[in-house]
């Protein structure tokens, strides 16, 4: 900040607003107070942010002219200033009140004995309702060297003071701040031998146990009005502090998701959570595939007088234009997978008894019947010239011909019904890029009415088969990144609590994590997800559930 010199600055309070700026400023950490008291420069001061900068900090004047006064850790409501102060006539640090008259502070006077002696208030908040003060105090009865206290104001006076023992350790807690809706409690605690910032949040009146915020040698927290935490930041050499300067941690903006229709595709930035709406849709939309040039998307969307009966194949661009539907009939066409030099589409279509495998030109055209087992066929993936599926609960692979297939897996009781909402077995087949190996989600237990799945890979032999996860969450829809090293796939419910957040872990299945930004409203679901060609983005189908 603009604030800061090579000088020591700390005990920082910040306005709701983030316009004024007060702080205390001493030429050096190492100057003795009998010193600072007679410095004419040691003291509070004040900055006001103009045009978004912070303009030259002027001291404070709260002494008499001619008097000597060490004034500091200053606290601000409204038009009132507390502050301590060494100073001629009184004996010790003791808290004072000034009020803001025409442009000064004025009036400044004693808070009297009972918060002086007999409460033994330190560096203090007084919450924006004024009935509550918190203060740090190593009095007697609390818990360790120095404490947090608050005292409550019933018909004018303050009462004795409560040990806020949530926070409190055996160790050091002090310098309070308490948040304008007086929901959050922020304060400075000794964490491994030197200061960390910490909040604790109230929950039904209670405060909760405090989390670490910042650390190391952070202390003193102020925040404004939009969570911005400005702190003091403490130099140390051998064991002595020699330098204090003043920083600000922003906090990040919440960003806003683009909401036109039910059902969108978007991009989600894996290194900011940035996310950006591409392409809305009143109608759902499923099963997005990019690609292998990286510049246009095919997925199905329901279409149709009964847009619950039918549902094409579509394309668009990667940037949300050059809408194309591909069919346009009676049948239900979906599950579209790309050819790997982008000219033909697979897909599966239900155009007599079952579901089976078609392919069609990129364009819409020469639709024509590649493959037919005999029963229903589905979750399709083609990569080099083999395209995986998955019948009668198995995963397959069938040569882009139409020619020479096979089994790959033959999982327990394949076919099975039970209480889940799909048979037990082996479901929607992804390739990696070489194609040498496919990902798997199986069903194996129907505890769950979504069913509980694990991920697995095999080889496109059907050998080595690996078992990634072990959580037996309602989860798949697995794609690989285009390293081949992570992939990516979606957690539709854990138990009964249904989810819909996208998950990734590294191909052998450690480092699994929920990638879902935690701005994500529980109404937004995510689905399909697939990496962008650079691996730097997630893009996936969004739904707005209503």
Same mark, same amino acid.
């Given at each position: 900040?603009?604030?800061?010199?090579?000088?020591?600055?700390?005990?920082?309070?910040?306005?709701?607003?983030?316009?004024?700026?007060?702080?205390?400023?001493?030429?050096?950490?190492?100057?003795?107070?009998?010193?600072?008291?007679?410095?004419?420069?040691?003291? !509070?001061? %004040? $900055?006001?942010?103009? *045009? #978004? =900068? +912070?303009? @030259?900090? /002027?001291? &404070?004047?709260?002494?008499?002219?001619?008097?000597?006064?060490?004034?500091?850790?200053?606290?601000?409501?409204?038009?009132?200033?507390?502050?301590?102060?060494?100073?001629?006539?009184?004996?010790?640090?003791?808290?004072?009140?000034?009020?803001?008259?025409?442009?000064?502070?004025?009036?400044?006077?004693?808070?009297?004995?009972?918060?002086?002696?007999?409460?033994?208030?330190?560096?203090?908040?007084?919450?924006?309702?004024?009935?509550?003060?918190?203060?740090?105090?190593?009095?007697?009865?609390?818990?360790?060297?120095?404490? !947090?206290? %608050? $005292?409550?104001?019933? *018909? #004018? =006076? +303050?009462? @004795?003071? /409560?040990? &806020?023992?949530?926070?409190?350790?055996?160790?050091?807690?002090?310098?309070?701040?308490?948040?304008?809706?007086?929901?959050?409690?922020?304060?400075?605690?000794?964490?491994?031998?030197?200061?960390?910032?910490?909040?604790?949040?109230?929950?039904?009146?209670?405060?909760?146990?405090?989390?670490?915020?910042?650390?190391?040698?952070?202390?003193?927290?102020?925040?404004?009005?939009?969570?911005?935490?400005?702190?003091?930041?403490?130099?140390?050499?051998?064991?002595?502090?020699?330098?204090?300067?003043?920083?600000?941690?922003?906090?990040?903006?919440?960003?806003?998701?683009?909401?036109? =229709?039910?059902?969108?595709?978007?991009?989600?930035?894996?290194?900011?959570?940035?996310?950006?709406?591409?392409?809305?849709?009143?109608?759902?939309?499923?099963?997005?595939?990019?690609?292998?040039?990286?510049?246009?998307?095919?997925?199905?969307?329901?279409?149709?007088?009964?847009?619950?009966?039918?549902?094409?194949?579509?394309?668009?661009?990667?940037?949300?234009?050059?809408?194309?539907?591909?069919?346009?009939?009676?049948?239900?066409?979906?599950?579209?997978?790309?050819?790997?030099?982008?000219?033909?589409?697979?897909?599966?279509?239900?155009?007599?008894?079952?579901?089976?495998?078609?392919?069609?030109?990129?364009?819409?055209?020469?639709?024509?019947?590649?493959?037919?087992?005999?029963?229903?066929?589905?979750?399709?993936?083609?990569?080099?010239?083999?395209?995986?599926?998955?019948?009668?609960?198995?995963?397959?692979?069938?040569?882009?011909?139409?020619?020479?297939?096979?089994?790959?897996?033959?999982?327990?009781?394949?076919?099975?019904?039970?209480?889940?909402?799909?048979?037990?077995?082996?479901?929607?087949?992804?390739?990696?890029?070489?194609?040498?190996?496919?990902?798997?989600?199986?069903?194996?237990?129907?505890?769950?009415?979504?069913?509980?799945?694990?991920?697995?890979?095999?080889?496109?032999?059907?050998?080595?088969?690996?078992?990634?996860?072990?959580?037996?969450?309602?989860?798949?829809?697995?794609?690989?990144?285009?390293?081949?090293?992570?992939?990516?796939?979606?957690?539709?419910?854990?138990?009964?609590?249904?989810?819909?957040?996208?998950?990734?872990?590294?191909?052998?299945?450690?480092?699994?994590?929920?990638?879902?930004?935690?701005?994500?409203?529980?109404?937004?679901?995510?689905?399909?997800?697939?990496?962008?060609?650079?691996?730097?983005?997630?893009?996936?189908?969004?739904?707005?559930?209503?």
């Amino acid at each position: 900040m603009a604030v800061n010199t090579a000088g020591a600055e700390d005990s920082p309070f910040i306005t709701p607003d983030g316009s004024t700026f007060y702080f205390f400023f001493t030429p050096g950490g190492d100057v003795p107070v009998e010193e600072q008291i007679t410095d004419e420069v040691t003291g !509070i001061y %004040v $900055s006001r942010k103009i *045009d #978004g =900068e +912070w303009s @030259e900090p /002027e001291r &404070v004047i709260l002494q008499e002219s001619g008097k000597l006064a060490l004034d500091g850790c200053p606290f601000v409501s409204g038009e009132t200033m507390w502050f301590c102060s060494a100073r001629e006539g009184y004996t010790g640090v003791r808290f004072l009140t000034a009020d803001y008259i025409d442009g000064e502070w004025r009036n400044w006077e004693w808070v009297g004995d009972k918060l002086t002696f007999e409460y033994e208030v330190g560096e203090l908040h007084i919450s924006a309702d004024g009935s509550e003060l918190y203060f740090h105090s190593p009095r007697s009865g609390g818990k360790g060297e120095v404490d !947090i206290w %608050v $005292s409550k104001k019933v *018909d #004018g =006076e +303050w009462q @004795e003071p /409560e040990n &806020v023992e949530a926070v409190n350790t055996d160790g050091i807690e002090g310098w309070p701040f308490l948040s304008q809706d007086e929901e959050e409690l922020w304060f400075t605690r000794f964490h491994l031998g030197y200061p960390a910032i910490l909040r604790s949040k109230r929950i039904d009146g209670e405060w909760q146990e405090p989390e670490l915020i910042i650390s190391q040698f952070a202390a003193e927290p102020t925040l404004d009005d939009e969570g911005n935490i400005y702190f003091c930041h403490h130099f140390f050499k051998d064991g002595k502090m020699i330098e204090a300067d003043i920083y600000v941690a922003y906090k990040r903006k919440t960003p806003l998701i683009q909401h036109e =229709e039910r059902w969108g595709i978007y991009a989600l930035d894996l290194a900011t959570e940035e996310v950006v709406l591409i392409y809305s849709s009143s109608e759902r939309i499923s099963f997005l595939r990019l690609n292998n040039a990286g510049d246009r998307f095919v997925f199905s969307q329901r279409s149709g007088e009964d847009a619950s009966e039918f549902e094409e194949i579509c394309t668009v661009g990667m940037d949300g234009l050059g809408f194309a539907g591909l069919t346009n009939n009676s049948f239900w066409d979906l599950y579209p997978s790309w050819s790997p030099d982008d000219s033909e589409i697979a897909f599966l279509s239900w155009r007599e008894n079952d579901l089976d495998i078609y392919v069609m030109n990129a364009d819409g055209s020469n639709v024509r019947e590649l493959y037919d087992s005999g029963s229903h066929d589905a979750d399709i993936h083609w990569v080099g010239e083999r395209i995986v599926f998955t019948s009668r609960s198995q995963i397959w692979s069938v040569k882009d011909d139409g020619t020479d297939p096979f089994q790959v897996t033959d999982p327990p009781s394949a076919g099975v019904w039970g209480n889940a909402n799909l048979p037990f077995g082996d479901y929607d087949p992804r390739l990696n890029p070489d194609g040498s190996k496919l990902v798997f989600e199986r069903l194996l237990n129907d505890s769950s009415i979504h069913g509980n799945y694990d991920i697995f890979i095999v080889n496109s032999d059907g050998t080595g088969e690996t078992r990634l996860t072990y959580t037996g969450y309602s989860q798949g829809l697995a794609s690989w990144s285009h390293s081949g090293d992570k992939i990516v796939y979606i957690v539709a419910a854990i138990g009964a609590e249904g989810k819909y957040d996208i998950h990734i872990m590294n191909s052998d299945g450690t480092d699994s994590r929920n990638m879902t930004p935690d701005y994500f409203p529980n109404n937004f679901l995510c689905h399909s997800p697939i990496y962008s060609p650079d691996d730097s983005r997630i893009f996936f189908i969004g739904e707005w559930w209503e």
